[in-house]
């Protein structure tokens, strides 16, 4: 009953809807890592998360599990690999997920890893020092950074968590020509991000949904600045120097702020001046 990569086949049933057969399928984004395959299991669990608690479901190893007993407003599944004695030596979640439209025969990823530990994920396409981070929709946007030698890099990867791996992301030449070193990236509620400032005085929006970088717009020219999302799709950015010089801040240590907010185009369009801030910071964090 049980596919050849896959944790388990689970049934899944409205009350009068025939049964699908769905998988749970591990994540390998290295394909000889042992990691969260632990030897001597003896027992799957699978826990379905929903808003009103967990329901727990034990299965053998050879076995399928119905689980037409589910709430139907599953949100998450959960699975435990247990060996003897009852102890979990690798656990997993599955991405958030629609239980009552899940189709006959589809697969659902599962990052399974040890349950005091981690596993490793795929490899970066470019080694960095330092790098911008940002969640971006349901992945994570790695940004600039430097190499082994200090030289910064002009490149971006995004992390997709149902993979384990990175891929590149295309940077307009204008906007990485000379790297993101001093720069930010500020996640927004809707799942885009702005990176803003650095060595260029612009900023521009990355869309998780097409994995590209928007038009850039000139902003006030500024570094190792802080930045926070302010409501569904604003930007605050404050403090921080004019410029960039030779890695570090440079020109005039800046007391001003201004609120931006993300159109539907990708773009950023100035609101507001902000607040002056009392004495100059450089590298402050906001919240």
């Not at 802080?226 to 404050?238: N, Q």
């Not at 001003?256 to 100059?280: D, F, M, Q």
């Given at each position: 009953?049980?596919?050849?990569?896959?944790?388990?086949?689970?049934?899944?049933?409205?009350?009068?809807?025939?049964?699908?057969?769905?998988?749970?399928?591990?994540?390998?984004?290295i394909a000889d890592d042992p990691c969260g395959r632990p030897v001597g299991a003896t027992e799957l669990r699978v826990i379905a998360y929903s808003t009103r608690g967990e329901i727990v479901r034990a299965v053998a190893l050879d076995g399928a599990l119905d689980i037409t007993d589910f709430p139907a407003d599953t949100e998450q599944l959960g699975v435990e690999v247990r060996i003897g004695g009852g102890e979990i030596a690798a656990a997993g979640k599955t991405a958030p997920l629609d239980f009552g439209a899940l189709a006959d025969g589809a697969a659902i990823p599962v990052f399974m890893a040890p349950p005091d530990g981690f596993c490793r994920t795929g490899a970066l396409h470019h080694a960095r020092i330092a790098p911008l981070v940002a969640r971006a929709g349901d992945g994570v946007l790695v940004v600039g950074g430097v190499d082994a030698a200090g030289t910064p890099l002009a490149t971006a990867e995004r992390y997709d968590p149902a993979t384990g791996t990175f891929s590149e992301v295309s940077v307009p030449a204008v906007l990485g020509e000379t790297g993101f070193v001093g720069a930010t990236l500020t996640a927004l509620a809707d799942g885009r991000v702005v990176l803003s400032g650095g060595p260029?005085?612009?900023?521009?929006?990355?869309?998780?949904?097409?994995?590209?970088?928007?038009?850039?717009?000139?902003?006030?020219?500024?570094?190792?600045?802080?930045?926070?999302?302010?409501?569904?799709?604003?930007?605050?950015?404050?403090?921080?120097?004019?410029?960039?010089?030779?890695?570090?801040?440079?020109?005039?240590?800046?007391?001003?702020?201004?609120?931006?907010?993300?159109?539907?185009?990708?773009?950023?369009?100035?609101?507001?001046?902000?607040?002056?801030?009392?004495?100059?910071?450089?590298?402050?964090?906001?919240f």
């Open positions: 009953m049980i596919a050849r990569r896959a944790l388990l086949t689970v049934m899944l049933a409205g009350c009068s809807d025939p049964a699908a057969r769905v998988t749970l399928e591990p994540i390998r984004p260029q005085p612009v900023a521009t929006i990355y869309d998780p949904v097409t994995h590209t970088f928007g038009e850039s717009v000139l902003i006030e020219g500024r570094a190792f600045h802080a930045a926070v999302a302010t409501g569904e799709r604003g930007v605050l950015l404050a403090g921080g120097c004019s410029s960039v010089a030779v890695g570090a801040c440079s020109g005039v240590v800046r007391l001003s702020s201004r609120a931006y907010e993300a159109t539907a185009t990708n773009t950023l369009r100035e609101r507001l001046p902000g607040p002056a801030l009392r004495v100059g910071r450089l590298g402050a964090t906001v």
